[in-house]
């Protein structure tokens, strides 16, 4: 029974690659290497249907996903940059330093925050989170900050873009990680905690030199967890990025990421009748779906030791 | 600390798990038959803000008369056979067919507020008959009819040469005349501002970045001081739209450059002007203009009046260069008398772009809006109903009297282009 329900997820992870490779075959094919370093995604749907290569093409369009990728690595390098030092004090603070009547219902609140689904995060983004950054946050940071590069120039009226991503992607990966850090934390060995204690270390050195180094392994893999969840992340991103073709100059501008153009653009292969838009789309999933699977797999490789079981409900898209 | 699953299987046994897994997902599809058995006895309603007449309209009898035309044009009328106007059935719930689903229209969110209203007033005349009404961008719309998961698919444009060539079978019907205007958030000004097609291609490709540019100063003379020294940010839509259509295929008609360099469609490569922000809808582009200070959109007539329109919200509107070289507002003698200017020259294939045409007075950026429809329908009930709604919205007495088409903005067809409509909706067939 289980050897036919593990082999039924084998066969439909299979399934999936298998239906993106037939559909992405043309753009494969026609687009070659120049689909990933291209910045230019043009699909003129008014244009003729042309042969290019034996497969039929929009005459005029160019298929280039640089920008996405780009950008799927922006927002996430910043999720990554903010949300991991605030995912590790939630950690550091719920295992070694707060009572057991405090951490208990804290944890329990952090992990609930990893099961709202993302696109209630996009919305209170789009409510909250943006008259604050045009007001507040933004010019704040454009005038004492601008020597960091790309926090200088202009501040635009509009509030979405990479830092907008950036902070909200940051909300969403904290549970995750802030949840397996402090698990991994809480393995630690009780001798070797204690025994700092007896020899006189304050806990702040305890949680420094024996708890954090025990733990290193897990909270590198909690962390790269995060950055695969960051990396699929396609509502709340669509909703805060503001749909840029182009790559921005400061953290203020628009940004897009693959996940989030792909979500906002799927309509647009309805438009191409000669089916590479379509082609294209699929290839570009086939290049996210690589890029997650790489990451999650890694991450799963470096957390195996043990603390990773407990937490595996958290993990989801 | 183990997990819930590994407790639960210490504690329980694997049959327990397996049984615990099969009680879970009885539950679960006992609770989904209950709600679609529920709900399939409940007439669904999606009107949302508009109003819904509970009082049927008096049925009127039909005499279709020639809106006011003007003098210019020839009286003379053009050689197409006149198409009798249709009768509807008399109104109730055995009148027409009753129908397994409802009549789905998605699409275009420009005119996606009159069909909500259309809808909403066809139940009240044919009960049984309930039609399901959504936005989703006019691609969306044109990509559903193709795929034949949609039956009316609303478009601002018609169909492309190359997706009528895939597509043969579907047909473009004009269902209204609706027009787009030009929106922009800057506070102190006391007039509206003048822009011509120039322009507005100049904001578009980042040549014209300031508020107080020479370009927009030399058009608006009267209120040049008023300009204030702020970057333009300029709005467009991130999803496959007609009203990205319309407004590039203005730009397109009015500078070759932006003809050649970005052209017209539902989604072009916008050019890299740094600030600019894409939204989504006519909504979010509403929201976004009112949101960001010194923005200028593109957005649809039906989101300017009303309570919560762009007037209401305080937005300013741009009077358009037409082609007569006037700044033309957007009111509806200007509209009706671009549309009065050239719908002579429609085809019966009704694929017809009223954009930037002639007339002193003619408002430049008109269209007429598409119903998208199979005419193979693989279901002669479902045919029926279909003709029978798409007469209902197209008779000046019933969908496109001044009761409805008021409320969003638009100008109902000419009695002649009617004719070549209600030619079309004939051809729906099973």
Request: glycine residues 10%.
């Amino acid at each position: 029974m289980t050897a036919l329900l593990g082999g039924s997820a084998f066969l439909f992870l299979f399934m999936i690659i298998g239906v993106l490779l037939i559909f992405a075959y043309p753009s494969i094919y026609v687009n070659g290497f120049k689909f990933l370093v291209s910045g230019t995604w043009n699909t003129p749907t008014s244009a003729s249907v042309v042969l290019v290569d034996g497969f039929k093409e929009l005459q005029g369009a160019s298929y280039g996903i640089w920008v996405f990728f780009v950008g799927t690595l922006l927002t996430s390098a910043m999720a990554i940059v903010i949300g991991v030092p605030i995912s590790l004090g939630v950690a550091v603070l719920l295992s070694q330093f707060a009572p057991k009547r405090v951490a208990s219902p804290i944890s329990f609140c952090v992990e609930l925050l990893a099961g709202i689904p993302s696109v209630i995060y996009g919305l209170w983004a789009f409510l909250v989170l943006f008259p604050i950054l045009v007001h507040t946050i933004e010019p704040a940071l454009n005038r004492y900050l601008y020597f960091i590069p790309g926090f200088g120039g202009r501040v635009y009226g509009t509030p979405s873009g990479v830092l907008a991503s950036g902070l909200i992607l940051s909300l969403m990966i904290v549970p995750i990680v802030a949840s397996i850090s402090r698990d991994a934390m809480a393995q630690t060995p009780l001798e070797l905690t204690e025994g700092g204690r007896a020899l006189g270390m304050t806990k702040w050195e305890v949680t420094r030199k024996i708890v954090l180094p025990y733990a290193k392994t897990g909270i590198i893999g909690s962390v790269i967890l995060g950055l695969g969840r960051a990396l699929g992340e396609t509502m709340a991103v669509a909703i805060v990025c503001g749909g840029a073709g182009y790559l921005p100059t400061t953290i203020y501008g628009a940004i897009n990421s693959m996940a989030a153009f792909m979500a906002l653009n799927f309509s647009d292969a309805g438009s191409d009748v000669s089916g590479m838009t379509t082609s294209a789309l699929a290839e570009l999933a086939l290049v996210l779906l690589a890029v997650t699977m790489l990451v999650n797999v890694v991450a799963r490789l470096m957390v195996r030791r043990g603390f990773f079981s407990s937490a595996e409900h958290l993990v989801q898209v | 600390m183990a997990s819930f699953s590994e407790r639960y299987k210490k504690r329980h046994g694997m049959g327990g798990m397996v049984l615990g897994v099969v009680v879970l997902v009885v539950i679960i599809v006992a609770a989904l038959a209950g709600y679609f058995a529920a709900s399939s006895t409940i007439t669904a309603s999606t009107s949302t803000t508009t109003s819904i007449i509970t009082t049927t309209l008096p049925p009127v009898t039909v005499t279709v008369t020639n809106t006011a035309v003007s003098t210019s044009v020839s009286t003379t009328v053009s050689t197409q056979t006149t198409f009798a106007t249709p009768t509807l059935p008399p109104k109730g719930s055995s009148s027409l067919p009753t129908l397994a689903s409802p009549i789905s229209e998605a699409g275009s969110s420009l005119v996606f507020p009159l069909f909500q209203l259309w809808a909403a007033n066809f139940t009240t005349m044919y009960p049984n008959i309930q039609v399901n009404t959504a936005a989703g961008g006019s691609g969306a719309g044109q990509t559903g009819v193709e795929a034949g998961t949609i039956t009316i698919g609303g478009s601002d444009p018609f169909l492309t040469n190359a997706q009528q060539a895939a597509y043969p079978n579907i047909l473009d019907i004009p269902v209204a005349i609706s027009a787009q205007q030009v929106n922009y958030n800057v506070p102190g000004l006391s007039h509206p501002l003048n822009f011509t097609g120039n322009i507005l291609g100049g904001i578009y490709n980042g040549t014209i970045t300031y508020w107080d540019a020479a370009a927009i100063k030399a058009v608006n003379a009267g209120d040049a001081s008023q300009l204030p020294h702020q970057l333009i940010v300029p709005l467009h839509r991130s999803d496959s739209s007609g009203d990205t259509n319309l407004f590039t295929t203005y730009l397109s008609d009015t500078s070759p450059s932006w003809a050649k360099n970005f052209g017209a469609g539902n989604t072009i490569s916008w050019a890299n002007v740094p600030g600019a922000a894409a939204e989504s809808g006519n909504s979010g582009m509403l929201t976004g203009c009112q949101q960001t200070q010194y923005s200028i959109a593109y957005i649809g007539i039906s989101y300017e009046i009303g309570s919560s329109g762009a007037v209401a919200l305080g937005l300013g509107t741009a009077m358009l260069q037409n082609l007569a070289g006037k700044f033309i507002a957007e009111t509806q003698a200007n509209i009706q008398a671009s549309v009065n200017a050239q719908y002579i020259n429609t085809p019966p294939s009704e694929r017809y772009s009223l954009i930037y045409g002639p007339g002193a007075t003619s408002y430049p950026i008109v269209n007429y809006e598409y119903a998208l429809v199979n005419m193979h329908q693989g279901n002669a009930n479902l045919a029926l109903d279909l003709r029978t709604l798409l007469d209902w919205a197209t008779l000046p007495n019933y969908g496109n009297s001044p009761f409805f088409l008021n409320q969003v903005g638009f100008v109902p067809l000419p009695s002649s282009i009617a004719q070549l409509t209600w030619a079309q909706i004939a051809e729906i067939t099973v």
